[in-house]
């Protein structure tokens, strides 16, 4: 049998690696892969089963929903995190979440500590678990692929299930063992059996097999949504028509007139969604819009384990009931008070959007190149990031700290150095604002705005500014906002140029213009070091060309650190900073450069770019340029395609911007 390391983790055999490979090796691969799933089946008597199967871990055979799925999470969580997630991620978030979902690593712990109490047998295991959060922040993905974790899981040995052979319940076949032999059964295995024969087995056991248990036939199961095994879905239709059928089942009246006798479980049709889900994971869509009655039903199914139906005794299922809502269905739910005893027996789990703008952009990218209309636009390398900033600006809440503004804050969150506020204060300034998160603009919002412009395009290509016109055209336009609104988040937009893409693009710019950038960021950051090394160990630094000795320099040490708004009080603190670091590097045997400090980074190329302002200004300036300027803007174009990830559209954008935007200053 296939362990889960063979199959790696599902979405990596089947998609990336078999997408690069070359056609005859994909069908290879495929054949392979369809015949080892087919060789993992297994039929036989229930006395095959106890003398075959049981006795290679019993532990494994007797797991309930929870456990199981616990134990799915754990094989994932040992996988390697793929491509594509942010390195630095904690720990439990698993394999089988990387690369799918972005920037709610808090909200999939707290899922997965979920199932870990659930699994080791305390009272969370009979709590409904409900994700709350906006449309479109991750919860459905978030269950879909916990489905599709648990349908590859179960075709790996670890993840082996066994069901009594044509119930539609796929009740274990432990369930056969009378209540009275069950201590026994204890003894021996050293585990416990929870859980009765469904009446729907019981009739078939009395009436093919004359109730002895031991012939019933028995075979391995493997969950799958499509075919309903393990895996149920159900959405809510019209309140006013929903039939608790759709759940539990009704009389199959086909089967009546064939079996004589409505009160027969095998003229009962099973095709609920509890039943479907039996062994497994119930997906509730959007469930607070179900009837009250729907809602006592699940409840009680997870705290009891059973549900009634007329005609039967209580039916006995283990499953896991995932449900999901937004935040206005849930906010209405809370005002009605004979809900309270209904919230009590769930486990609430936010799921807000994303608060870091190259999560939101991991997010965007993973949209982007799923969807075939954008595969041959080539977009400008801000974009992405600028659609991402704007997105995090409307979910953000005004700071209440002094120094602190929505632009310092984004950039907190995003792990970048804000003057003033190191990474130790992010945690306290989230909890200042708890409800960041749910409210704002959608990826599905973003992602729209870009489908509609690159539709108006008359080329395949897409720059910034086109991207923020498109997002202004698509807030004047939205019908379901009011006035404020629209201004407000027209005013983030304004606020996504000025303090980023307006910075991101006059350096790529000034590097283009520039190819001896690297060497003389170099050599500033070198000079830099000495200066500040020789001021903070008040001693003279010698002149390189006259060899004599001078004070450092500290005009030029304030006209870098200027640059980033270096205060005069702050000079000393950011000076050692930046020799610590230095010295870390040394210790590690490396060549201390920009990479190393973000902000110095920032303020070394802010300085050289000033220093060359008005040659950048007279190159890109001409409206007639002689061949001697024209030369240079072609350099700087083909630049900008080959180094920096523009097209010849874009490329000639974002000169014009710069040009522009030196002009007004």
Same mark, same amino acid.
């Given at each position: 049998m296939k362990t889960l390391s063979e199959i790696d983790v599902h979405r990596e055999i089947i998609t990336p690696r078999l997408a690069a490979a070359p056609r005859g090796t994909f069908i290879d691969d495929l054949a392979v892969y369809a015949t080892q799933h087919q060789a993992q089946h297994w039929r036989g008597t229930f006395a095959e089963f106890l003398h075959d199967i049981l006795p290679q871990d019993p532990g494994k055979l007797t797991r309930s929903s929870h456990q199981y799925i616990h134990d799915m999470l754990c094989a994932y969580r040992d996988a390697p995190l793929r491509e594509g997630h942010a390195q630095g991620s904690s720990p439990t978030v698993t394999a089988l979440f990387a690369g799918e979902l972005f920037g709610i690593d808090a909200a999939l712990e707290r899922a997965i500590d979920y199932f870990k109490a659930a699994a080791a047998g305390s009272d969370v295991g009979r709590r409904l678990l409900l994700l709350l959060g *906006?449309?479109?922040?991750?919860?459905?993905?978030?269950?879909? @692929?916990?489905?599709?974790?648990? &349908?590859?899981?179960?075709?790996?040995?670890?993840g082996a299930l066994y069901a009594l052979q044509g119930s539609p319940l796929h009740e274990s076949p432990l369930n056969l063992i009378p209540a009275s032999m069950r201590p026994r059964f204890r003894a021996t295995y050293g585990v416990d059996i929870q859980g009765e024969v469904s009446p729907y087995a019981?009739?078939?056991?009395?009436? &093919?097999?004359?109730?002895?248990?031991?012939r019933f036939p028995v075979e391995r199961i493997f969950l799958s949504e499509a075919a309903r095994v393990g895996v149920g879905t159900y959405a809510p239709h019209d309140p006013t028509t929903a039939d608790i059928a759709d759940l539990v089942g009704s009389v199959d009246l086909s089967k009546v007139a064939e079996i004589g006798d409505e009160g027969d479980p095998r003229a009962w049709s099973w095709s609920g969604a509890v039943y479907a889900a039996s062994r497994g994971v119930l997906e509730m869509i959007e469930i607070l819009k179900v009837k009250r009655e729907f809602l006592y039903l699940l409840l009680t199914l997870?705290?009891?384990?059973?549900?009634?139906?007329?005609?039967?005794p209580l039916i006995h299922l283990d499953e896991t009931i995932l449900a999901h809502t937004n935040l206005a269905e849930f906010n209405k739910f809370l005002q009605e008070k004979e809900n309270e005893a209904l919230l009590d027996r769930m486990v609430i789990v936010k799921v807000p959007y994303t608060l870091s703008f190259r999560d939101e952009a991991? !997010?965007?990218?993973?949209?982007?190149?799923?969807? *075939?209309?954008?595969?041959?636009?080539?977009?400008? *390398?801000?974009? !992405?990031?600028?659609?991402?900033?704007?997105?995090? @600006?409307?979910?953000?809440?005004? *700071?209440?700290? &002094?120094?602190?503004?929505?632009? +310092?804050? @984004? +950039? @907190?969150?995003?792990?970048?150095?804000?003057?003033?506020?190191?990474?130790?204060?992010?945690?306290?300034?989230?909890?200042?604002?708890?409800d960041e998160g749910l409210t704002g603009v959608s990826p599905r919002f973003v992602i729209n705005a870009v489908s509609n412009a690159i539709t108006r395009n008359n080329v395949a290509s897409l720059t910034s500014m086109e991207m923020l016109l498109a997002l202004k055209d698509a807030i004047e336009t939205d019908a379901r906002m009011d006035a404020t609104r629209k201004k407000q988040w027209i005013e983030f937009l304004v606020l996504a140029r000025k303090d980023f893409y307006n910075r991101w693009v006059k350096e790529d710019v000034h590097r283009a213009l520039f190819a001896s950038f690297q060497e003389e960021a170099q050599q500033l950051l070198e000079k830099y070091l000495d200066e500040i090394e020789a001021s903070l160990d008040k001693r003279e630094v010698e002149d390189p060309i006259t060899g004599e000795s001078r004070p450092p320099d500290e005009r030029f040490l304030r006209s870098v650190e200027e640059k980033i708004k270096i205060s005069e009080s702050g000079k000393l603190s950011f000076r050692q900073e930046v020799v610590r670091k230095a010295m870390v590097a040394f210790k590690a045997g490396e060549k201390f450069t920009l990479d190393n400090h973000s902000r110095l980074h920032e303020a070394v190329e802010q300085y050289l770019f000033e220093e060359r302002r008005d040659v950048l200004r007279l190159v890109t300036s001409r409206s007639r340029p002689d061949d001697e300027a024209e030369q240079k803007i072609s350099a700087v174009q083909e630049r900008l395609i080959r180094e920096y990830g523009y097209d010849q559209h874009s490329a000639k954008e974002a000169l014009n911007y710069v040009t522009t935007l030196l002009s007004q200053e």
């Open positions: *906006p449309p479109s922040g991750g919860k459905s993905s978030l269950v879909i @692929l916990l489905k599709r974790g648990l &349908e590859e899981y179960s075709h790996t040995e670890e019981r009739a078939r056991l009395d009436d &093919e097999f004359q109730g002895d248990f031991m997870t705290q009891e384990k059973n549900v009634k139906v007329s005609r039967f991991r !997010i965007y990218r993973k949209l982007v190149s799923s969807a *075939p209309a954008f595969r041959k636009v080539h977009f400008d *390398p801000h974009v !992405i990031d600028l659609a991402a900033v704007f997105s995090i @600006l409307t979910r953000l809440q005004k *700071p209440q700290r &002094e120094g602190l503004d929505l632009t +310092k804050k @984004l +950039k @907190l969150y995003a792990d970048e150095d804000v003057e003033g506020f190191t990474a130790a204060d992010v945690p306290r300034i989230r909890q200042e604002s708890t």
